[in-house]
C-alpha cells in the first residue's frame, strides 16, 4: 500500500520559502495515501498560477492546464475514466477570476471532482496585483490608493450555485486539511475546499498571523451541523468567511455520473471507438 512519500517525485518546488502551497501539496500526498490510492490511480489537474505548479510536485498522472481552465479539464478526464481519483487546483485567481464561470458550472454540475483552491488573497505569481479576493482597500502595484472593489464571497457563493460538499481550511492546520482532502476524495461529486494558503513574498497584510487572529474553528462552534445549509450560509455571514472545517455536506444529491446514462457500464476511455465501415459509409452519405 503506498504511503504519502510515494507521491513525491523529484522536482524540487520553486516556490518561495514560506509560501502555504507547501503545506497544501503534503496535504494532498497524505490524504491521497490515507484514502488507499495508489499514485496510479489519481490525476492532478491544475490552472497558471505559483499554485498551479503543483500538479507537477506530485508523483500522480497531472496536467499544467492554461490560466483558469484546470476544471474543465478535470471534469473531462473523470467523465473519461472513472476510475481515476481527480484533483483540480490552482488559486483563487485561477478559480474566482478567469475560472469563475468554469467554478460556478462545475460546481452545479456536481462532477465527482475535489477542488482544492489556494486562496492567498493576490496574485502571486505576476508579482501582486489584487485578486478578487483582495479586501476592499487593499494597496498592490495595480491598487496604489486601494482597492474599490467588493471581495467575492467563495464558499458563499458555492452554497447558492448548489453545492454539495463546501469546506475550507488554513495551510498550517496540515492534520485539518488532509482530512479535509480526505473527505473531499470520498464525496461522491463536487467538493470544494479553499485553503487559505498565504503569499508570503506579496501578501503583507493577510499573513499567518492574521489568519491565526481572525480565524474561527467550526469545531469550536458548539452543535454546529454541516448538513443544515441554512445553518452554513449564516455562520459564513456571521464569520465574513473567516471559518475553518466542514462547512456543508450533502450526501443526498447524485452526483452528475449517478445521472448519467451509460456513465456506470463502461468507462469511456475502454470504449471501441473506432468507426466500423458500414457506420463510416453511412455517415459519409449524408454529406454527399
Ligand atoms: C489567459 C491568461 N490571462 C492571464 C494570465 C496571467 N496570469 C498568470 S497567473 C495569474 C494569476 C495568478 O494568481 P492566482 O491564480 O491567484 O495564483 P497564485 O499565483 O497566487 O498562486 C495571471 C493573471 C495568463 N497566464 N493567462
Ligand atoms: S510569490 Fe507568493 S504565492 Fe508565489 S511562491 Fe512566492 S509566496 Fe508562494
Request: a negative charge.
Amino acid at each position: 500500500m503506498a504511503t504519502f512519500k510515494d507521491f513525491r517525485n523529484s522536482v524540487k518546488p520553486n516556490w518561495c520559502p514560506g509560501c502555504g502551497d507547501f503545506s497544501v501539496q503534503a496535504a494532498i500526498q497524505r490524504a491521497a495515501a490515507n484514502v488507499g490510492l495508489e499514485p496510479e490511480n489519481l490525476a492532478v489537474i491544475s490552472g497558471i498560477g505559483c499554485s498551479g505548479r503543483i500538479s507537477g510536485y506530485i508523483n500522480s498522472y497531472g496536467f499544467h492546464g492554461i490560466h483558469g481552465r484546470s476544471l474543465p479539464i478535470a471534469q473531462g478526464v473523470k467523465m473519461a475514466n472513472r476510475d481515476l481519483t481527480v484533483i483540480a487546483s490552482g488559486g483563487d485567481g485561477d478559480g474566482f477570476a478567469i475560472g469563475m464561470g468554469h467554478t460556478i458550472h462545475a460546481i452545479r454540475r456536481n462532477v465527482d471532482v475535489t477542488y482544492i483552491v489556494m486562496d492567498n488573497q493576490i496574485y502571486g505569481l505576476t508579482k501582486g496585483q489584487t485578486s478578487p479576493r483582495s479586501a476592499t482597500g487593499f494597496k498592490t502595484k495595480s491598487t496604489p490608493e486601494g482597492s474599490i472593489e467588493q471581495a467575492i464571497a467563495p464558499m458563499e457563493m458555492a452554497l447558492t450555485a448548489g453545492a454539495t460538499f463546501v469546506a475550507q481550511s488554513f495551510s498550517t492546520d496540515l492534520k485539518d486539511l488532509t482530512a479535509l482532502i480526505e473527505a473531499g476524495i470520498n464525496h461522491k461529486g463536487f467538493s470544494l475546499i479553499n485553503v487559505f494558503s498565504p503569499c508570503v513574498t506579496y501578501n503583507k497584510v493577510n499573513t499567518y498571523d492574521w489568519f491565526k487572529e481572525n480565524l474561527t474553528k467550526l469545531s469550536d462552534i458548539e452543535g454546529y451541523d454541516p448538513n443544515n445549509r441554512e445553518e452554513a450560509m449564516q455562520v459564513l455571514m456571521k464569520h465574513d468567511g473567516l471559518v475553518t472545517g466542514l462547512i456543508y455536506q450533502n450526501t443526498e444529491r447524485p452526483s452528475y455520473q449517478e445521472l448519467l446514462k451509460g456513465y456506470s457500464e463502461k468507462p469511456l476511455v475502454d470504449a471501441e471507438l473506432k468507426l466500423d465501415q458500414e457506420h463510416f459509409d453511412k455517415l459519409a452519405a449524408e454529406f454527399m
